[in-house]
């Protein structure tokens, strides 16, 4: 019959409202621990994806590199590396300059038209 008695009163001890409203606390405490773990899983997956799309940005420049490199190493490649950058000829090569009609003084007026115009004006009388 003890026994019995034993078990109800721990049985009342673990049904009291303190002690209910405890365990809820913990459960609760918990609870906010696995929303937070879980919110930055979201963190480290998106900080994953934007490294992967950095190591794919990173190799395809590594490719033109390389490729910018062994372009380099050729004769050809460095001809053309030069000639971009400063305006150089060979021996022999001729050198072609396309110019534009020159603008009359009456298309210069024409052009030189609005509120400032007539300071033009002026310029005639030096």
Do not use: C
């Amino acid at each position: 019959m003890r026994d019995f008695q034993q078990k109800k009163r721990w049985r009342s001890v673990l049904e009291s409202w303190p002690v209910l409203i405890l365990l809820g606390l913990l459960l609760l405490f918990f609870a906010w621990g696995i929303f937070s773990l879980w919110g930055r899983m979201q963190t480290t997956e998106e900080n994953r994806r934007l490294a992967e799309k950095k190591l794919v940005e990173l190799q395809k420049k590594k490719e033109t590199f390389t490729h910018d490199v062994t372009k380099l190493n050729t004769q050809s490649g460095i001809e053309e590396s030069i000639r971009e950058k400063f305006p150089v000829v060979k021996e022999g090569e001729g050198l072609i300059v396309v110019v534009d009609e020159k603008k009359t003084e009456e298309a210069i007026q024409e052009d030189k038209g609005g509120f400032f115009s007539f300071l033009y004006f002026w310029r005639w009388f030096k």
